[in-house]
Each structure stands twice: as structure tokens, then as C-alpha cells.
């Protein structure tokens, strides 16, 4: 069969593009034991700066690759001197977090300079196919299989020959040791930003001419498919990280080839969740290590939290209790019932980010899950849409705690990254199961809110539902925050190894705070859909998590009050201030970076 | 029954390999209830390494252990840590959050009953559902576990019981030790193991520190030591154990071991790290 070979030779093509930004992330990752979220952001920059060079400056195009991997350096560079090396002393959440909002940043930043549609990225190739054995093989190809192998050679000849590259291989061995032997952990640190940026811009610009299309989608599909190469291969592992690329593009070209184009990412999820589960240092992992112990400083930043008196609370809700009373506008109020829904998603991320430490990147799957939920036991099931929302809540708990157990003996990063890929399986599987979902059509007629045989149509009282709903979630959360749950919770957190030490079980706790924190998501989400009548795969995304997450640090991670005065904050001064909607990712992505830098314990403090 | 015979605790041919070096090898001890032995031995001997492995957070290349009547090798920390081995950690790993009342609270978590029934499969439910909504049994266990830790504070004299509700990383190094030994203690445990307790205290510090696992041992509790101070390891350590490159090289009384020239070579041949070190610092 010749089309068996166009596949193997399209695997192996594609995954020498993810090899150049696998290989960059694992790099990183051996000198800094760090994800970095934005490596899929300079290859959107990459491809980006390759369009600019072939189609306004003309350049050929070898020139082209010399502009694109200099220009990626440089951001690079500056990603690193500006963004991560500020936080070197701070709590292991910090960097973490930084490069996700680096990655928002320039993603919108990219998306505001050239709109979000998508462009044509022409190759500068002739445009003629080889014959070979029997499938064939393009001029492209051999320049994408010319650039990996060129620069997995560079590569190792910097590596292994020079002193830079000597210092490199040294940190990644043992930091501490090395900077006794007098290596310059910042110079290896710009080094290694500086490689992995050319090589993830140059392999963004590959991909751009190889589909001859670019678009800000790009971004998060990259850093995903790098992250699963990588840790398939094994994280900080650099030959891993190739090995990893090559293994990740057949299992997809196959993948495909099998069962069609729709399914290429699931294919990519489910090999790096098979293989966090089976094998979490990677397949070529070695010695089995125990983490080392915690010289100082936790997770999340210290802080002693702002104490608000209950009559204070107490006060608080009444004033917006009653706030329908008083002649306020319509638009007040939506941006109000805004606010709540978020809230309650913010109550669930704070205590699955902020209480447990497992900072989830895909919170928007578990609206997602009550969306649907509920949209289809309203509609298929005629269930009062009361229940219906009560069983949105339900479904997400379960379900939500179901697919993210797998993650549960993980920490740190790769939390992070088990959970991005949950919520992209999530939203595939919601693509593609159409008997159930409708697949891409969405859901269409979802009754509106009802309690008791009552609808509830006007603002007003969609506004007060949506208030008692969020502010009975968050009493229920303080309650489960002063029990023995919330005590270890947050031991958990602050030293898994220590809490196993005394008796508890990582599993177990996990599994209720998803199980908890799934509830209030999912109840939130089945409330949007009976509100927004309409819903698709699309309507729950990772914007949304995102947000969320910034939310969670702008309030205090682990703090109740936080999240919901962080998302009265975040949903309602873009509105005073009438910020234009493609802006606030931007914003929200800046003020993250701040935080982070400038006041990592939130407004109220972490709990 | 033959439990005095019996030892508490006792190690076979315990090995733990890390690549080429071997950090414990072919190490074999017995200790008896309420006897205290102590563990020494230069920088990266392997005595954490061994710790390690006995309470489950390192598995054994080769080897067992035996705690009681069972053979416990490759345990999970939270099944060791319910069968009542205690232990604190050489760089200290306080919940640094947690108020210290709430670190010492996690001590007790395995002597938790009312909140969490030992039911299985909805056990997990159950212990949301009872967290949730406290009944009195579960207000009441929680308030004697609250006076049992006040009770294991005050063994600090006034150290810690000022301190009670603040967080534990706004406390002194030293009072950072002492919670972690009060965390240990809430666990009510049948065989404590202390590494290097006394790490960075200074000499009165250092004494009190003495003088608790000194009562401590005469309360009865059995208890495995590393340590380098040598003065305090010689006044309470029934027997001592000397360790060398993941090697036992001698084992006795301590002042038959203080004496053994392998032991004096052993910390020559390392430079002056160990009880020179230490008493540097
Ligand atoms: N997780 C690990 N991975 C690799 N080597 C380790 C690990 N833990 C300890 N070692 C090595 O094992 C040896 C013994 O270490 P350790 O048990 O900490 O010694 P000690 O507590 O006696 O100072 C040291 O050489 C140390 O570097
Ligand atoms: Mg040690």
C-alpha cells in the first residue's frame, strides 16, 4: 500500500517539526525544571516573522530561516531576562505561571498586529513531488527533515564542544553543583531560552509553509504537541524529546490515517495521558527518584491573609442583594450575573489551585461537562432545569475528577499540562460525539432557567439566583476550608511528601477536591447554558480558564472571598472602563505577569 | 507471647541503588522496643537514604523490612505512617501555610475516626459529607485532638504554645524542628525516627532537644536517631551504628564504637565534615 509510506513519511515529517520545539522545551526543562507555557507562542511569532519576510520583504529563503530563528532568539531572550529570571527566587508556582501569561500576552499581541484570520504562508519551493519507493516526497519535506537534522547536529556539537554548551549540560545535571563550580546559571539560562526560541520560531515557520496557512490557533496547539513530545520522551531529556517528536507524528499520521483527520489531537492527548499514567518520567526514564527535599519556601507565595469581618461579608451581600431594587441599568446587571458565573468557576479553581496546589489549565472542561449536562437532561430528558443544573454539577464532579485522576500522582507543571489536555479531550470529544452533542452544531433551544415551575426570564431574577446560587457554593467551601479537609487540602499543597508521611493520601484528597470544586463548575456552566440558550464545543474555552486562573491569584489563591471580589474586579473594570473586547485577554494576561511579580499573594492573601 | 524477642524493627540486606553509586548497602539492624539506636556516619553515608526506604518514600533495590510481626518492604507512606512510624525530615518539611496548631493536626490525621469510617468505597463521600456537616462525634474529636496537641506543645515549654496560630513559616529555624517533632508525636507513634533534629541549634537549643528525646525514650518510645553531634548521640543511644559509603562499618555501645578505627578513618578520609562541621556552623 503506498499510502501506508505517505503516512509513515508525514509522521515522520511532522514530527521532526514538533522534534525543533520539543527539543527546545526539554533543554529548558533540564537547566530550569520548568514547562514553558510559551513555547508555542514564539513559534506563532516564528511563523508570524516568516510571513512578514516572504510576502512584504520578498527575502529568499534562506534568508528567511536566518530572520525568523534571529527574531525568535531575541524574544527569547528578552522572555527570559524580563520575565522568568525576576522570579529565580520565588515560590515554585511563580515561573509556572509566568510563562502562561507570557504566552497570553504575545498570542494577542501576535493576534492584534495581524487579526486572527488566518493567512497564506507561501513555501518559495518549487511545487513538485518525488517518487519514492512507492509513495512520494515533496521539496519541502527534505527541507523540514534538512532543518531538523541540521539542528539536532548544531545542536550537539554546541553541546557537547563548547564551554557554553559544557556549562548547559552541567546545570542540567545538578544545578546547585555546578554553580559551586562557578557555571553561570544566567548564562546558561539565556543560552538555553535563546536555542530554544530559534528552534521553536524556525519550526513555526515550517509548519506555516507546509499547511501554506497561519493563524493564532497555532499557539496553544504547539506548546501542547511540544509538551506530549516531550514528556513522552521524558521531560529535560533532549534526545528523548526527538525520539518523543518522531514517536508523537507517526501515532498521529496513523491515527489519521485510521480514522480521520478530526481525531489527529485526540490521538496526541491520550498517548501523553497513557503515558504520564504508565510512565511518568517519560519512556526512557531511568533511576527512580525520589523529588528532593524542599530547602525552603512552598509552593504558593507566604502570606498572612486579610482577616474581613463576617458583619462585613454579611453587609456586602446584602448591598448587592438588594442592588436590583434601586433604578440600576440592565447592563449592570448582566455584567453582575457575569460576575457570579464566573465566581463560582473561580471558587472551583481556588480550591483545586489555590487549596490543593494542582493548577488546573483546563477549569473551562468542567463548565463544559454542566453545560451539556444540563442543556441535554433539559431537553432529552424534560428534567425540571433546577435539577437539570443540580445534575450539570453532579456529572462535572464525577466525570471531572474521573478524567483527571490519572494526573493525580503528578505535580507541579505536569498537573498543568494533564489538565490542558484533558480540557482539549473534552472538547473533542464533544466535537465528535455527535449522537450525543450534536458534534459541531451545538445545542440549540435550551430552555431558560426555571425553579419550581417558574421561569426565570428578567434580569432581576436571574440575578438573584445566580447570586444565592454562587454565595451558597461559597459558604459550603468556607465550611469545607475550617473542617480537617481544608487542614489537609493545604498540606497537601505545601509538601506532598510530608503529608504522604503522615498518613495521607494523595488519591483520596485530590479526588474530593475535584469532586467538590467539579460541582460548583459544573453548576456554574449548566447555568450559562440555560442562559445563553445555545451552546457548542467552542462556548467553554481556554480563554476562560485562563481567566479564571488569573481571577484565582488576583483574589488569593485558596481564598473564597478572593475569587469572587477577583471576578467582580476582572468582569466589571473592563466594563467601566470600556475596554474593547480583543483587548482584555491581553489585559488579563498583563495583570497576571504583575501579580505574579509584584504581589503573588493576590488582593486578600493565600489561605 | 515472644513480643520482647521479637524485635520492633528490623532491617535484611537492605539496598538502594542510584545508578552506579550504592547509597545503602546490604544493611541489616535490629532494634528492640524502646530501645533507642543511634545512626552516624560522614555527609552522604546513606542514613537519610535508609530512612527513606524504612518509612516508604524510597523503595529497597534489595532487602527487607520488618516492622512487628509483618514484613512492611514497599509499604506506601500512608500505610507506614498508619501503622505508626513517625518520622522528621533533615532539611524540615513543615507545612510552611499551616498554623502550627493545624501542622500538628495533620500529625493526628491517621487516629482520625468520627470524620473518616473506615467504609470502602463511599469512604471518601462519607468523610466530605461528615466534614461538611460535623456532627457532634466529629466536633468532639476534633476538639480533644485540639487539646491533645496543646498538650504535646507544651512539652516545648513556651516555645510554641505563643505561637500556636501562626504560620509555620514565620517561625524560627529551630522552632520549625520542634513542630515537625510535635507533628511526629500527634501521631501517637509506635517508632519514631528522627534525622538530625539538632541540625543548626545552638548549643542550649540543642540541649533541650536532648533532654525531650532523652524523656522521651523513657516514656518508652522506640526511637531510630541520626545525628551528629556525638556528645548527645553517646549520652542517649542504647547502641550506635556507623555508617560509611551505604556500609555498616561498626556497631556497638558508643563508646566502643567512638574508639574503632575504621569509624575515626572513615570521618578522616571524608575531610572534617560530620560532628566538625556541624559544631562549626
Ligand atoms: N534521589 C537520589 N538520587 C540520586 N542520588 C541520591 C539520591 N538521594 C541520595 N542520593 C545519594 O546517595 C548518597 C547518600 O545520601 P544520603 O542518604 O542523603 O546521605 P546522608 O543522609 O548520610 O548524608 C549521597 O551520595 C547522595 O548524593
Ligand atoms: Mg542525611
Redesign the interface.
Known amino acids: 500500500m503506498s499510502s501506508w509510506l505517505d503516512y509513515t513519511i508525514n509522521g515522520l515529517i511532522v514530527g521532526n517539526v514538533y522534534a525543533l520545539v520539543a527539543v527546545g522545551l526539554a533543554l529548558i526543562f533540564g537547566v530550569s525544571r520548568l514547562i514553558n507555557f510559551a513555547q508555542g507562542s514564539i513559534y506563532l511569532v516564528g511563523a508570524y516573522i516568516g510571513w512578514v519576510a516572504v510576502v512584504q520583504l520578498h527575502t529568499p529563503l534562506p534568508l528567511t530561516i536566518i530572520v525568523v530563528a534571529a527574531t525568535a532568539a531575541v524574544v527569547g531572550l528578552i522572555l527570559e531576562r524580563f520575565g522568568l529570571r525576576p522570579l529565580q527566587n520565588s515560590v515554585r508556582i511563580a515561573p509556572l505561571l509566568a510563562t502562561i501569561g507570557i504566552s497570553f500576552v504575545l498570542d494577542q499581541l501576535v493576534m492584534l498586529t495581524f487579526s486572527p484570520n488566518p493567512r497564506a504562508l507561501p513555501s518559495q519551493l518549487p511545487d513538485i513531488r518525488f517518487q519514492l519507493g512507492g509513495g512520494t516526497i515533496g521539496p519541502l519535506d527534505l527541507l523540514i527533515a534538512g532543518v531538523g537534522i541540521t539542528s539536532a547536529l548544531l545542536l550537539f556539537v554546541f553541546l557537547r564542544y563548547s564551554k557554553l554548551g559544557w556549562a548547559v549540560r552541567a546545570a542540567s545535571q545538578d544545578r546547585d553543583a555546578a554553580m559551586q563550580m562557578g557555571v553561570d546559571v544566567n548564562r546558561v539560562n539565556q543560552a538555553v531560552f535563546g536555542i530554544a526560541a530559534a528552534l521553536g520560531g524556525v519550526s513555526g515557520m515550517l509548519v506555516g509553509m507546509y499547511y501554506n496557512q497561519i493563524d493564532t490557533a497555532m499557539s496553544l496547539q504547539a506548546t501542547l504537541k511540544g509538551v506530549v513530545a516531550e514528556v513522552v520522551g521524558g521531560a529535560g531529556n533532549v534526545p528523548g524529546a526527538v525520539i518523543g517528536s518522531l514517536l508523537l507524528g507517526l501515532v498521529e499520521s496513523y491515527g489519521v490515517a485510521v480514522f480521520g483527520t478530526s481525531y489527529r489531537n485526540l490521538f496526541a492527548f491520550l498517548l501523553l495521558v497513557v503515558v504520564l499514567v504508565l510512565r511518568p518520567n517519560g519512556l526512557f526514564a531511568s533511576a527512580r527518584q525520589a523529588p528532593p527535599e524542599p530547602l525552603t519556601g512552598t509552593f504558593i507565595a507566604p502570606s498572612r491573609p486579610v482577616r474581613i469581618p463576617r458583619w462585613a461579608l454579611a453587609v456586602a451581600a446584602a448591598a448587592f442583594a438588594i442592588l436590583p431594587l434601586f433604578p440600576v441599568s440592565f447592563y449592570v446587571l448582566q455584567t453582575l450575573i457575569n460576575a457570579w458565573l464566573l465566581g463560582m468557576l473561580a471558587l472551583s479553581l481556588t480550591l483545586v489551585a489555590g487549596t490543593i496546589g494542582q493548577v488546573s489549565l483546563g477549569h473551562a472542561a468542567l463548565l463544559a461537562i454542566g453545560a451539556y449536562t444540563s442543556a441535554l437532561l433539559s431537553l432529552a430528558l424534560s428534567v425540571p432545569v433546577g435539577l437539570a443544573v443540580i445534575g450539570g454539577g453532579l456529572m462535572s464532579a464525577a466525570l471531572g475528577t474521573l478524567l483527571i485522576s490519572p494526573s493525580f500522582r503528578l505535580r507541579g507543571h505536569y498537573v498543568s499540562i494533564a489538565t490542558l489536555a484533558i480540557g482539549e479531550i473534552v472538547s473533542l470529544v464533544i466535537l465528535n460525539w455527535e449522537s450525543v452533542t450534536r458534534g459541531p452544531i451545538g445545542i440549540s433551544g435550551i430552555p431558560p432557567l426555571s425553579l419550581f415551575g417558574y421561569d426565570l426570564i428578567s434580569p432581576t431574577s436571574i440575578y438573584w439566583f445566580s447570586l444565592v446560587v454562587m454565595v451558597a457554593l461559597a459558604l459550603l467551601q468556607g465550611r469545607l476550608l475550617t473542617s480537617h479537609l481544608g487542614r489537609s487540602f493545604r498540606a497537601i499543597r505545601d509538601d506532598d511528601i510530608a503529608a504522604r508521611a503522615y498518613g495521607l493520601s494523595l488519591n483520596r484528597y485530590k479526588s474530593l477536591a475535584f469532586i467538590f470544586g467539579g460541582f460548583a463548575a459544573g453548576v456554574s456552566g449548566g447555568i450559562a447554558a440555560h442562559l445563553y440558550s445555545y451552546i457548542n464545543h467552542e462556548t467553554f474555552n481556554t480563554q476562560q480558564s485562563i481567566l479564571a486562573l488569573t481571577v484565582v491569584i488576583l483574589g488569593g489563591l485558596g481564598n473564597v472571598v478572593g475569587a469572587i471580589v477577583g471576578s467582580v474586579a476582572l468582569v466589571g473594570l473592563p466594563e467601566v472602563f470600556r475596554i474593547a473586547a480583543e483587548y482584555r485577554i491581553l489585559i488579563y494576561g498583563v495583570v497576571l505577569l504583575l501579580l505574579v511579580r509584584f504581589r503573588p499573594q493576590g488582593l486578600l492573601g493565600t489561605i | 507471647m515472644g513480643e520482647q524477642h521479637n524485635p520492633m524493627l528490623s532491617l535484611r540486606g537492605l539496598t538502594r541503588r542510584?545508578?552506579g553509586l550504592t547509597a545503602v548497602d546490604a544493611i541489616d539492624l535490629d532494634l528492640a522496643r524502646g530501645e533507642l539506636i543511634s545512626i552516624i556516619g560522614p555527609n552522604g553515608a546513606g542514613k537519610t537514604t535508609l530512612f527513606?526506604l524504612v518509612?516508604?518514600?524510597?523503595?529497597p533495590d534489595a532487602g527487607t523490612v520488618r516492622f512487628g510481626s509483618q514484613d512492611i518492604t514497599g509499604f506506601?507512606?500512608?500505610r507506614l505512617?498508619?501503622e505508626g512510624i513517625?518520622?522528621t525530615?533533615?532539611?524540615g518539611?513543615?507545612?510552611?501555610?499551616?498554623s502550627v496548631m493545624?501542622?500538628v493536626?495533620?500529625?493526628a490525621?491517621?487516629r482520625?475516626r468520627a470524620?473518616k469510617p473506615a467504609v470502602p468505597v463511599i469512604g471518601?463521600?462519607l468523610?466530605?459529607g461528615l466534614?461538611?456537616l460535623?456532627p457532634s462525634s466529629v466536633k468532639a474529636e476534633?476538639e480533644r485532638l485540639r487539646e491533645e496537641v496543646k498538650a504535646i506543645l507544651a512539652r516545648f515549654g513556651e516555645r510554641l504554645l505563643p505561637r500556636i496560630d501562626q504560620?509555620a513559616?514565620?517561625l524560627s529555624y529551630a522552632n520549625r524542628r520542634r513542630v515537625e517533632i510535635a507533628?511526629a508525636l500527634a501521631?501517637k507513634p509506635r517508632l519514631l525516627l528522627l534525622d538530625e533534629p539538632t541540625a543548626g541549634m545552638n548549643p542550649t537549643e540543642t540541649a533541650e532537644m536532648q533532654a525531650l528525646v532523652a524523656e522521651l525514650k523513657t516514656e518508652g518510645l522506640t526511637i531510630l536517631l541520626i545525628e551528629h553531634k556525638l556528645e548527645m548521640v553517646m549520652r542517649l543511644s542504647d547502641r550506635v551504628i556507623v555508617m560509611d559509603e551505604g556500609k555498616k562499618i561498626a556497631e556497638g555501645p558508643g563508646e566502643e564504637v567512638r574508639g574503632d578505627p575504621k569509624v575515626i578513618e572513615a570521618y578522616l578520609g571524608h575531610g572534617l565534615s560530620g560532628a566538625t562541621e556541624e559544631s562549626a556552623a
Open positions: 542510584f545508578g527513606n518509612t516508604g518514600l524510597d523503595r506506601s507512606p500512608e505512617a498508619a513517625a518520622r525530615f533533615q532539611l518539611r513543615v507545612f510552611g501555610n499551616l493545624d501542622n493536626l495533620i500529625g490525621h491517621t482520625l470524620v471518601p463521600l468523610e466530605l466534614a461538611l460535623r476534633e504560620p513559616y514565620s507533628r501521631l
